[in-house]
Every structure is written in C-alpha cells, then in structure tokens.
T-cell receptor, first 114, second 116 residues
Framework: AQSVTQLGSHVSVSEGALVLLRCNYS??????LFWYVQYPNQGLQLLLK??????LVKGINGFEAEFKKSETSFHLTKPSAHMSDAAEYFC????????????FGTGTRLKVLA | GAVVSQHPSWVICKSGTSVKIECRSL??????MFWYRQFPKQSLMLMAT?????????EQGVEKDKFLINHASLTLSTLTVTSAHPEDSSFYIC????????????FGPGTRLTVT
C-alpha cells in the first residue's frame, strides 16, 4: 500500500524567501514521486518527478526536490519565492510498475507575502 | 507536447439529467487515462482508470452505473454522469499517460459541473 503525507496545509513565505514544502511517502515497492502545481480552477501542471537515478531533481520555475529513501521524503524547495508561486501544490506517489495510479497528498496552499 | 484537453470546461445541468465530459490527448496516444474528482480546497480523488478498448476499473465507493466511462480510442475518454444530482456537483479532472515512459500523468484543465 502507498500513502503520501504533506505536512502543512498552508504555508506562507515572504517574497524572496526560501520555499520548503514537505512530502513524506510510504510505499512497499520502489516509488515514483511527483510534485504538481494547481492554480485556481485549473488542472495540474507537473513541476518535477523522480523515477530513478539522481536523487536531486530539478524542475520548472526554479523548483527542485530531493528523494531521500532513508527518510521516505521528497520535499520541494525553491531558493527564492515569487508572487507567481502562490498556488496549491500536490505531492503524488505511484508504483514503479503496474497501473501507475497516483496517490495524492492532501495538498499545500502556498501564500507569498509581498 | 503532452497536452490534454477537456470539454466542456464548465457545465450546468438540471437534476435528473445526464452530462458527458470529454477528455482528449491532443498530441499523443494515451494507453491509460484517469478520472478524478476534486472538492473545493481538497485533494484529487481517483474515480477510475480507463484503458482503451476495455472496461474501466473503478475505485472503491465509486458507482460505476452512475459514472459511465468509455475509452473509445487512444486519444479519447468520456465520463458520463447519469441522473445527476446536486451532490454530483464538483470539479472533474482527467489525466493521461503517454505510454509507459516516465509514467507521469498529464492533466486536463478540468470541468466544473454544477447540478441545479
């Protein structure tokens, strides 16, 4: 069975400050891990993914995440927040084989303060 | 690349009627499509997995006779909400996987359904 926990349903940061959104997962099989961003009334856009290989993954818009197997974590970071980063962020896990169904976390709403 | 569209983007229907939502992969063939439901300020709930040419696999608790899914081709899946009721009002999002490479899902822009 797989599960995802996103700590912090709401995170506020000042513009220019570090963004850290936390994601911990549980998986009995090698996981694929994803971060998506959702703007109001829109679908989800892929920020980055981890499947195999390098554990530090760089994505779009300056975001990156590090897969830490020992900590079962896949936290999302960005060195300097921009006002346009304000959105809902979802972490998702799927199995490395099979149906590729996602299990989503509950989401974290990021607010960027001017 | 890897664009998924949904139609309509929003729809209002009367209670008791049926409404069909289309999900299309525009520039790739989708072996698998997924249908999600999202309530306000909540995460996405997987409703069903749709594979071209076969019956959809529904998640536990999802009424397959109410939410009819048809994956008629490698670029089109449809979700029909039958005998809609106000509690079916929600944001419905589809996604598609372009083969097995990377296994990431590409999401459509969503359809806002309001049942009056």
């Amino acid at each position: 069975a797989q599960s995802v926990t996103q700590l912090g349903s709401h995170v506020s940061v000042s513009e220019g400050a570090l963004v850290l959104l936390r994601c911990n997962y549980s998986s009995s099989v090698p996981p694929y891990l994803f971060w998506y961003v959702q703007y109001p009334n829109q679908g989800l856009q892929l920020l980055l993914k981890y499947t195999t290989g390098a554990t530090l993954v760089k994505g779009i818009n300056g975001f990156e995440a590090e897969f830490k197997k020992s900590e079962t974590s896949f936290h999302l970071t960005k060195p300097s927040a921009h006002m346009s980063d304000a959105a809902e962020y979802f972490c998702a896990v799927s199995a490395a084989s099979g149906t590729y169904k996602y299990i989503f976390g509950t989401g974290t709403r990021l607010k960027v303060l001017a | 690349g890897a664009v998924v569209s949904q139609h309509p983007s929003w729809v209002i229907c009367k209670s008791g009627t049926s409404v069909k939502i289309e999900c299309r992969s525009l520039d790739f063939q989708a072996t698998t499509m997924f249908w999600y439901r999202q309530f306000p300020k909540q995460s996405l709930m997987l409703m069903a997995t749709s594979n071209e040419g076969s019956k959809a696999t529904y998640e536990q608790g999802v009424e397959k006779d109410k939410f009819l899914i048809n994956h008629a081709s490698l670029t089109l899946s449809t979700l029909t909400v039958t005998s809609a009721h106000p509690e079916d009002s929600s944001f419905y999002i589809c996604s598609a996987i372009p083969g097995l490479a990377g296994a990431e899902q590409y999401f459509g822009p969503g359809t806002r359904l309001t049942v009056t």
